[in-house]
């Protein structure tokens, strides 16, 4: 089982660009889907989207005009961008490892993002 | 896609009593290969979420045989007995079945 890390900024502007980008540490990273769920304030989980290894990507087609998922196998990391940002897209946003029957097996610790003005 | 719907939305349990929440799908999550693609998850309050059962009825890694789940198809099951005060929190189903994945409402298990 694999452990992730995530970072990125924490509270935007509307407009402007979220990025996020998650670490993996133990695993392989060829061997798992790596995916993106965010969880407005007080509410449930939303799946935003995942990419495999090579790039193959899948997205929620509610965001996907708007969405990016991308991989460096170099440093076992994967980024999500989301451009046009709105206070809608406030909440939690975690990394996520999808396994062989798609179980998220492991989590990121969540990183809280706000759209304000 | 498909909608996943989960009851009861509350469940308020006594300590060392059963509990069991239900997730319904709008579409069979039976895969071709014999799978059912539905994974329960429990999210502590402050925490991410942790997976528990994953493949509709296989307990993950260090879940306690507390929890288990059932079902096939489109009808499945958490089951908790002797639920303990850590186990409350938001539980949720998922399905893996198609893109988008999509979850449950969530079922929020609170102590009595």
């Known amino acids: 089982q694999v452990q992730l890390q995530q970072w990125g900024a924490g509270l935007l502007k509307p407009s402007e660009t979220l990025s996020l980008t998650c670490a993996v540490y133990g695993g392989s990273f060829n061997g798992y889907y790596w995916t993106w769920v965010r969880q407005p304030p007080g509410k449930g989980l939303e799946w935003i989207g995942e990419?495999?290894?090579?790039?193959?990507?899948n997205y929620n087609p509610s965001l996907k005009s708007r969405v990016s998922i991308s991989v460096d196998t170099s440093k076992n990391q994967f980024s999500l961008k989301m451009n046009s940002v709105t206070a809608a897209d406030t909440g939690v946003y975690y990394c996520?490892?999808?396994?062989?029957?798609?179980?998220?097996?492991?989590w990121g610790q969540g990183t809280l993002v706000t759209v304000s003005s | 896609e498909i909608v996943m719907t989960q009851s009861p939305l509350s469940l308020p349990v006594t300590p060392g009593e059963s509990a069991s929440i239900s997730c319904r799908s709008s579409?069979?999550?039976?895969?071709?290969?014999?799978?059912?693609?539905l994974t329960w998850y429990l999210q502590k309050p402050g925490q991410s979420p942790q997976l528990l059962i994953y493949?509709?009825?296989n307990r993950a890694s260090g879940v306690p045989d507390r929890f288990s789940g059932s079902g096939s198809g489109t009808d499945f099951a958490l089951n908790i007995t002797r639920v303990e005060a850590e186990d409350v929190g938001v539980y949720y189903c998922m399905q893996g079945l198609q893109t988008p994945l999509t979850f449950g409402q969530g079922t929020k298990v609170e102590i009595k």
């Open positions: 493949s509709g009825s």
């Open positions: 996520a490892s999808s396994g062989t029957t798609v179980e998220l097996d492991s």
């Open positions: 579409q069979s999550l039976l895969h071709s290969n014999g799978y059912n693609y």
């Open positions: 990419s495999n290894y090579r790039g193959s990507t």
